[in-house]
């Protein structure tokens, strides 16, 4: 072999090695950025999940924060007032229980538990830790030795004017959460679970985990798991299990000593990626090159010029392959961000949402979350495909078909933007519920869908319902005094008539006459009292439909049962008409409405005397009622006065269980239910003020043409 042949030989292998070299390198730093794409994603997704457990979370102690401010801290107790708010708030959250320990030691619990006569809340860990944090909080997770599911206890401090009362709690079954999480597809075989600061383990596919073992001992290779807890809120852990390499990904959950983690085995995470990424392709074409290389090097002397211009393209290549790589992981960073936008507001809308959500190309259902199939008692395939009208009874309360109005709203969606509005839904075994909805349309691919969130507010109703027959009992202890008033003067005509049956018959003046007269006089006595009776039976019967009804017949209706206790207050009471001898019109409940009358005038009764008895004096007493309308609107105006309204209280006056009269004198429902009456049943409105003399209450109705009247 010459020399020439030699060096060529010489070139050949020295540029071989070179080549081989520089491949290695590529495909070593490739690898990197490979692994560290697929330690990305992992943790993309557990910051996901976070992200729905930080909602689900939040939204649980947003309930129980507004259900602390609602409870009425001048009558914390066993009692109507205090339970209502619990019980309302055991509903509205997946709460089992709410309670209230307060700082005498007393408990009050919303499921009506009861405790033992030792039993003290106050040294229990849930008062402990909301007096000592002075914030909202809560406990770890525990399994309920009854139910064996997981719960946690949320807790807040009462606090009121700068005052501690106490500490309210709630227990919350972490189910839908945990569903929700273990729901959640890791690759093929990968899993999320969750664990504390120390490794207990608190949700995992395999329950005898729960809260029995921690995550260092089912897994050895992680024996440092909580040291990295400590010093990183979020990161990946490559481990063995069962000798197989596996990807860790954590992350901390806000405001938690809680870490929601997931776990791969390495080969699915490869296969993931390897549908997003083009790394991979780089990868095997680094590996062929590499392999060209070992040939070249092994080849005969002939090969060396091509080798030297194979490595020169090689180069070039390799470059351009590095700026693709920055590129593609750019990408990829940018679509794993937009996609955990997207997911998560689906999340929050399909399976965190407590509003249930149908999908509908026209009337056809095309998808639904969880929460429409356990609203209309059906699993998510037999709604898929049905027809929306299917989910209708035949006509709405209004006595509309309901076909025909729904037909009209979706017209008016197309042609308005979104639509809110009530309907009565019906479930598949038959029964109706009430329901608020909003409705929009929106166009996906050049296609139209109907987008419709319905909440059901059947309990909200019944709720209103109850205060409003509640606040009608509270009234009818005043109304019993009205009707003895009432019966008073009868019943002492009454007497005189039969007393003077004995007198006749002794003095023989007992003729047809006498008694035809004595008859007539107490028939005309009895029918004075059942008709008295009949106006209060009405009064606190109620109403089971909506109907037209003229407003000036309800106002007399109310000024009638009210006239006694105003007489014997000696109030005057004036009722004024407008010139216009049209029908005044409305459409609602007319007991309720009356109801809503008799309360406005019961205050200002009440105002009157207040005022009285503050000043001293006794001036005239005067209330006065005013009806007109207004273009196509009703105006009734209701003075007095009496001590007004202080300015501080206005805004408050129309809240649920505010009162100024003291627990033992009013409720703080009245006005709450005569405002949802006029404004929710009768889409009017109902506002307060003061006026010089005294207060102003101001009702506002829609008016009826008076041929609709006549035809209802």
């Known amino acids: 072999m010459n020399l020439k042949t030699k060096n060529v ?5 020295v540029l071989s090695v070179l080549l081989l070299t520089v491949v290695g390198a590529t495909y070593q730093s490739t690898t ?17 999940r976070v992200k729905a457990t930080e909602i689900w979370l939040d939204q649980q102690m947003r309930i129980l ?8 801290f001048g009558a914390l107790g066993n009692n109507q007032g205090t339970m209502a708010p619990l019980k309302m708030a055991m509903n509205a959250g997946h709460f089992s229980d709410v309670y209230i320990g307060l700082s005498n030691g007393i408990l009050i619990d919303g499921a009506d538990w009861e405790p033992s006569e030792d039993y003290d809340p106050r040294i229990r860990p849930w008062y402990r830790r909301a007096e000592s944090t002075g914030a909202t909080s809560f406990t770890t997770p525990y399994l309920d030795l009854v139910t064996m599911k997981l719960v946690i206890a949320l807790a807040t401090p009462l606090r009121y004017q700068g005052q501690f009362y106490g500490v309210m709690g709630a227990d919350t079954v972490l189910d839908s959460l945990v569903k929700t999480l273990l729901s959640t597809k890791v690759g093929e075989t990968g899993y999320i679970f969750v664990v504390n600061s120390n490794g207990t383990i608190l949700i995992h596919p395999q329950r005898d985990y729960v809260m029995r073992a921690k995550l260092q001992e089912i897994e050895p290779a992680l024996w440092n798991i909580t040291e990295q807890f400590k010093t990183s809120p979020a990161g990946t852990v ?3 299990h069962q000798g197989e390499r596996n990807l860790l990904a954590y992350k901390r959950i806000s405001n938690t000593d809680w870490f929601l983690c997931t776990s791969i085995p390495m080969t699915e995470a490869y296969a993931l990626s390897r549908k997003t990424t083009l790394l991979f392709a780089a990868e095997i074409m680094l590996k062929v090159l590499g392999g060209l290389a070992l040939l070249t090097l092994l080849g005969v002397g002939g090969s060396a010029a091509v080798l030297f211009v194979s490595s020169r393209r090689f180069q070039s290549t390799i470059q351009r392959q590095e700026e693709e790589i920055s590129g593609i992981n750019e990408d990829l960073r940018w679509n794993i961000s937009k996609r955990q936008e997207v ?3 689906y999340q929050t809308l399909f399976n965190v949402a407590n509003d249930a959500i ?10 639904c979350n969880e929460k429409a199939a356990e609203l209309f008692g059906a699993a998510r395939p037999n709604l898929i495909g049905r027809n929306l009208t299917d989910l209708f009874p035949d006509y709405q309360p209004d006595g509309v078909s309901s076909q025909e109005k729904a037909g009209t709203i979706l017209q008016q969606a197309k042609a308005g933007g979104q639509q809110y509005y009530e309907w009565t839904f019906q479930r598949l075994d038959g029964s109706e519920f009430p329901a608020e909805v909003g409705l929009k349309v929106l166009q996906l691919d050049a296609e139209e869908l109907v987008l419709t969130s319905i909440r059901d507010v059947s309990k909200r109703v019944f709720a209103e319902r109850q205060l409003l027959q509640t606040q009608k009992m509270a009234a009818m202890g005043e109304m019993l005094g009205a009707i003895a008033h009432q019966w008073r003067q009868p019943l002492n005509a009454l007497s005189t008539y039969v007393a003077s049956l004995q007198s006749a018959y002794y003095n023989r003046r007992i003729d047809q006459q006498f008694v035809d007269t004595l008859v007539a ?3 005309a006595q009895v029918q004075f009292m059942s008709k008295t009776i009949d106006d209060f039976r009405h009064f606190f019967k109620p109403s089971k439909s909506k109907r037209p009804f003229d407003i000036v017949e309800a106002v007399q209706q109310a000024v ?3 006239e006694p206790q105003l007489r014997q207050g000696e109030i005057r009471l004036t009722t004024n008409r407008d010139n216009n001898s049209q029908a005044l019109i409305a459409y609602g409940f007319q007991s309720e409405f009356v109801h809503v009358i008799v309360n406005i005038l019961a205050n200002a009764r009440d105002a009157i005397e207040e005022q009285a008895t503050r000043d001293g004096v006794r001036p005239e007493r005067l209330i006065s009622i005013e009806i007109g309308c207004r273009s196509a609107e009703i105006l009734l105006q209701i003075r007095d006065n009496g001590c007004g309204i202080p300015e501080h209280l206005l805004a408050r006056i129309f809240t649920p269980y505010f009162t100024t009269k003291g627990t033992t004198a009013g409720t703080g429902i009245g006005l709450y239910m005569a405002k949802i009456i006029v404004e929710k049943e009768m889409q009017g409105t109902l506002t307060a003020g003061n006026t010089g003399d005294g207060a102003l209450f101001t009702i506002s109705l829609p008016q009826l043409a008076e041929e609709g009247y006549a035809h209802a």
């Open 9 to 13: 030989l010489l070139t050949m292998s």
């Open 32 to 48: 990197v950025v490979i692994e560290k794409t697929i330690a990305d994603h992992q943790l993309a997704l557990a910051a996901d």
């Open 65 to 72: 924060k507004a259900t602390a401010r609602a409870v009425p």
């Open 238 to 240: 490559n481990y063995q």
């Open 343 to 345: 997911e998560i507001r």
């Open 358 to 367: 149908l999908v509908s190309r026209g009337y056809k259902c095309i998808e």
């Open 521 to 523: 006089n107490a028939d």
């Open 560 to 562: 009638k049962l009210m």
